[in-house]
């Protein structure tokens, strides 16, 4: 980043046109007759005449040089100081077995809920500045993915790894929302935020989803829930021993009022999403509703670049002075 700190001194420059044009006129060439042997009538000039044709150049380009530097030109790095608390956001994931189901579509081709997840969310996790966030994964169990971060990148790393049943084959609402505000409370924030997102309904863990839906509302946590996929049968792929991989539909059950309750609960809002538009909409929705208010404070360092006109005018205005004084000498 290129700056004058005194940009004014550069208005002086417009007298060196006026200079030169001033000593044009004053100076007039004077041309002195006297023959000479040479049968064009051309006198080569000397190397000391040429050289005393560019001494007023050394001059004015030393002057110039010189109202350069008195601007003081600079060159720095722009930075920036961004200070701010942050939303504390902790994505619970379900995992379970009918997140296999293969009822979304990305560029027309099919893939598992999961996947379709993994994009959104990924989406979602780069769109954030300044943010923690933490994941927790629940199946028939629900633990700590990866602890509040504003590591994106290694967010990123982790949500792509995820399997499904590495938490166990079923669905424990309950659980993971009370892992999610564990999560929350060991880093304080003014806004803290669990964005729960499931395909079925809650069957498993020791904890009952409305139980801490409470735990969540007292402690001043917001809860955002989303249905994924579709009610009814969806189609799975299977191994089959005898057949090999086929398409199978199986039932599947989604809870929607229970993610309605806990969602008003919370104050947060419920979500459905049975395609992946819907559901990068969904994450959209959420992106406008949680932003952080961020206080930047912006400031550059410079480093003066006057040396480089200095050094190179004092070598022109002392050469235009020796020589003007020495070889060059004029006699009225």
């Given at each position: 980043?290129?700056?004058?700190?005194?940009?004014?001194?550069?208005?002086?420059?417009?007298?060196?046109?006026?200079?030169?044009?001033?000593?044009?006129?004053?100076?007039a060439p004077v041309h002195l007759m006297a023959?000479?042997?040479?049968p064009s009538g051309i006198q080569p000039k000397?190397?000391?005449?040429?050289?005393?044709?560019?001494?007023?150049?050394?001059k004015y380009a030393a002057l110039a040089l010189?109202?350069?530097?008195?601007?003081?030109?600079?060159?720095?790095?722009?930075?920036?100081?961004?200070?701010?608390?942050?939303?504390?956001?902790?994505?619970?994931?379900?995992?379970?077995?009918?997140?296999?189901?293969?009822?979304?579509?990305?560029?027309?081709?099919?893939?598992?809920?999961?996947?379709?997840?993994?994009?959104?969310?990924?989406?979602?996790?780069?769109?954030?500045?300044?943010?923690?966030?933490?994941?927790?994964?629940?199946?028939?169990?629900?633990?700590?993915?990866?602890?509040?971060?504003?590591?994106?990148?290694?967010?990123?790393?982790?949500?792509?790894?995820?399997?499904?049943?590495?938490?166990?084959?079923?669905?424990?609402?309950?659980?993971?929302?009370?892992?999610?505000?564990?999560?929350?409370?060991?880093?304080?924030?003014?806004?803290?935020?669990?964005?729960?997102?499931?395909?079925?309904?809650?069957?498993?863990?020791?904890?009952?989803?409305?139980?801490?839906?409470?735990?969540?509302?007292?402690?001043?946590?917001?809860?955002?829930?989303?249905?994924?996929?579709?009610?009814?049968?969806?189609?799975?792929?299977?191994?089959?021993?005898?057949?090999?991989?086929?398409?199978?539909?199986?039932?599947?059950?989604?809870?929607?009022?229970?993610?309605?309750?806990?969602?008003?609960?919370?104050?947060?809002?419920?979500?459905?999403?049975?395609?992946?538009?819907?559901?990068?909409?969904?994450?959209?929705?959420?992106?406008?509703?949680?932003?952080?208010?961020?206080?930047?404070?912006?400031?550059?360092?410079?480093?003066?670049?006057?040396?480089?006109?200095?050094?190179?005018?004092?070598?022109?205005?002392?050469?235009?002075?020796?020589?003007?004084?020495?070889?060059?000498?004029?006699?009225?």
């Amino acid at each position: 980043m290129f700056r004058f700190a005194s940009p004014w001194f550069i208005l002086l420059l417009i007298v060196l046109p006026l200079l030169v044009f001033w000593r044009t006129r004053r100076h007039a060439p004077v041309h002195l007759m006297a023959s000479h042997g040479n049968p064009s009538g051309i006198q080569p000039k000397s190397l000391i005449l040429m050289l005393s044709a560019l001494l007023p150049v050394f001059k004015y380009a030393a002057l110039a040089l010189m109202i350069v530097a008195l601007a003081r030109p600079q060159w720095g790095t722009r930075k920036m100081n961004i200070t701010t608390e942050g939303v504390n956001i902790v994505l619970a994931l379900d995992l379970s077995g009918s997140m296999a189901a293969l009822d979304f579509k990305r560029d027309g081709k099919i893939i598992t809920r999961l996947d379709a997840v993994k994009g959104v969310v990924n989406d979602f996790i780069m769109k954030r500045d300044g943010d923690r966030i933490g994941m927790v994964v629940f199946g028939s169990q629900a633990f700590t993915q990866l602890p509040l971060t504003r590591d994106y990148n290694t967010i990123s790393f982790v949500l792509d790894h995820l399997k499904i049943g590495a938490a166990g084959p079923s669905t424990a609402i309950g659980d993971a929302l009370g892992i999610a505000f564990k999560r929350l409370s060991d880093i304080e924030s003014k806004s803290n935020i669990i964005i729960l997102l499931t395909d079925g309904r809650s069957n498993s863990g020791k904890l009952s989803p409305k139980e801490a839906a409470n735990i969540a509302a007292a402690g001043g946590v917001k809860v955002y829930t989303i249905g994924v996929g579709s009610r009814g049968k969806a189609p799975f792929l299977v191994n089959d021993p005898l057949l090999g991989q086929r398409y199978v539909y199986q039932q599947v059950d989604m809870d929607y009022d229970t993610l309605k309750q806990i969602a008003q609960k919370t104050g947060g809002m419920f979500f459905a999403a049975k395609n992946i538009d819907e559901l990068e909409q969904i994450y959209e929705s959420i992106d406008r509703l949680e932003k952080t208010k961020v206080e930047v404070d912006a400031w550059a360092e410079y480093n003066d670049l006057y040396p480089w006109c200095i050094i190179p005018a004092m070598f022109l205005l002392g050469t235009y002075i020796l020589l003007f004084n020495t070889r060059l000498i004029r006699i009225p």
